[in-house]
C-alpha cells in the first residue's frame, strides 16, 4: 500500500531517489514542534526526490532532531 503503491498504479512507480541532507539549526517554529532545547540543538533537513524514469514524482521534505536520528546509507563501489 501507501502513496508509492498508488503511483505504480498510475504507471508512475518510483525507480530512483535522491536524498538532498542539510544539519543546520532548527527555525523557532521546528524546535517547538520537536520540543528542542533552547541553544545548541541541530537538525537535519532531508529532501527526498522520487523519479520515475526522467519525472519527479514525490517531494517529501523532512525535519529530524539530529540527537534522535542517525542517517545511514549504503552505496555500490
Excluded at 502513496?3 to 544539519?23: H, K, Q, V, W
Excluded at 524546535?31 to 514525490?58: I, K, N, Q
Excluded at 525535519?63 to 555500490?76: G, N, Q, R, T
Amino acid at each position: 500500500g501507501g502513496s508509492y503503491a498508488r503511483l505504480a498504479e498510475l504507471g508512475f512507480g518510483p525507480d530512483r531517489f535522491t536524498e538532498r541532507i542539510a544539519a543546520r539549526a532548527p527555525l523557532p517554529d521546528e524546535r517547538t514542534a520537536l520540543s528542542l532545547p533552547g541553544r545548541g540543538a541541530l537538525v537535519f533537513e532531508v529532501t527526498r526526490l522520487a523519479y520515475a524514469a526522467d519525472r519527479c514524482v514525490e517531494v517529501n521534505l523532512m525535519i529530524l532532531d539530529s540527537a534522535v536520528y542517525s542517517l545511514e546509507y549504503h552505496f555500490p563501489s
